[in-house]
């Protein structure tokens, strides 16, 4: 799993959880924060998520509760999920540093530029 890219709202919902524990709600809210509001997760789509992401154990539900009439979990992190989020923020971050390296690159001098006024290619 951690050589696998993960899929944002997954990203998303382990980063809301990295620094502690929430209910479904909270994390929704999380995650907007996150997402500077770009992502607002369903809570069809997030429910859907947190099963998959308690199956592989990348989370647990650290409590229960009952509010208002409802059963209210709340999840946390594990340690295999802290590791897996590691990863794909390594992954992230080597990717941007190639995209920087690139764009720098490309604000030097053009070769065709070079090659029109005469200079050595």
Not at 60 to 84: C, K, P, Q, S, W
């Amino acid at each position: 799993m951690a050589n696998r890219q993960l899929q944002e709202p997954t990203r998303l919902v382990l980063t809301a959880l990295a620094d502690a524990p929430r209910h479904g709600y909270a994390i929704v809210q999380e995650v907007l924060a996150i997402s500077d509001g770009r992502t607002k997760l369903l809570t069809g789509t997030l429910y859907t998520a947190l099963d998959r992401l308690l199956q592989q154990g990348l989370i647990r539900i650290d409590h229960e509760e009952v509010v208002g009439g409802r059963m209210r979990r709340t999840f946390a992190l594990t340690e295999d999920g802290r590791n897996v989020l590691g990863a794909e923020t390594e992954r992230l971050r080597a990717g941007v540093v190639e995209a920087e390296r690139r764009l720098a690159l490309g604000r030097g001098p053009r070769l065709g530029a070079l090659r029109l006024s005469g200079g050595a290619a």
